[in-house]
T-cell receptor, first 112, second 112 residues
Framework: KQEVTQIPAALSVPEGENLVLNCSFTDSAIYNLQWFRQDPGKGLTSLLLIQSSQREQTSGRLNASLDKSSGRSTLYIAASQPGDSATYLCAASTGTASKLTFGTGTRLQVTL | EAQVTQNPRYLITVTGKKLTVTCSQNMNHEYMSWYRQDPGLGLRQIYYSMNVEVTDKGDVPEGYKVSRKEKRNFPLILESPSPNQTSLYFC???????????FGQGTRLTVV
């Protein structure tokens, strides 16, 4: 059974700092891994999707990497801004119908 | 605009009163799923569907029903809600196992 862990559970950084969020998964037989952002009271916004054959994906200030052999993914946020404050979730896609198994998230606060 | 639409966004109901949460997507996706999100437990899959008239249980299906009579719609039915079904519910869709998942805005359900 796939298990996904995100560390740390919460993180506070000053504006402008670069930061890394971590995601680990136990079953390497994934189709892909997806990073989401969740704002309080809102839905999930997809940030990046990395296929199992890829090593990284980039979108603007975001860069996600994937190391299937070690069961790890990281989300790198460059030059953080207060608007980046949110909970970040990673989800590994495996098995029948490509079920998403989620971590419990990292709550990020970017301070002025 | 490509989107997954859930209704209602908020619902307070009493134990035992049947309710339906609707989900509709306009992207012609085959795959649709329901998740619930609870503090400390993350998002867990309730039911999924790989196409019209094809549905199956996820990790936490007890107390829920679904149907997929049309490709765009995937309603979640609670025939006799109980307080332990108080949660934040999300509907998701994707076109295939290698593609990005899109989520609705969520339905916050309280059962008293």
């Amino acid at each position: 059974k796939q298990e996904v862990t995100q560390i740390p559970a919460a993180l506070s950084v000053p504006e402008g700092e670069n930061l890394v969020l971590n995601c680990s998964f136990t079953d390497s037989a994934i189709y892909n891994l997806q990073w989401f952002r969740q704002d309080p009271g809102k839905g999930l916004t997809s940030l990046l999707l990395i296929q199992s054959s890829q090593r990284e994906q980039t979108s603007g200030r975001l860069n996600a990497s994937l190391d299937k052999s070690s069961g790890r993914s990281t989300l790198y946020i460059a030059a953080s801004q207060p608007g980046d404050s949110a909970t970040y979730l990673c989800a590994a896609s495996t098995g029948t119908a490509s079920k998403l198994t989620f971590g419990t998230g990292t709550r990020l606060q970017v301070t002025l | 605009e490509a989107q997954v639409t859930q209704n209602p966004r908020y619902l307070i109901t009493v134990t035992g009163k049947k309710l339906t949460v609707t989900c509709s997507q306009n992207m012609n996706h085959e795959y649709m799923s329901w998740y619930r999100q609870d503090p400390g437990l993350g998002l867990r899959q309730i039911y999924y569907s790989m196409n019209v008239e094809v549905t199956d249980k996820g990790d936490v299906p007890e107390g829920y029903k679904v149907s997929r009579k049309e490709k765009r719609n995937f309603p979640l039915i609670l025939e006799s809600p109980s307080p332990n079904q108080t949660s934040l519910y999300f509907c998701a869709s994707r076109s295939g196992v290698f593609t990005e998942a899109f989520f609705g805005q969520g339905t916050r359900l309280t059962v008293v």
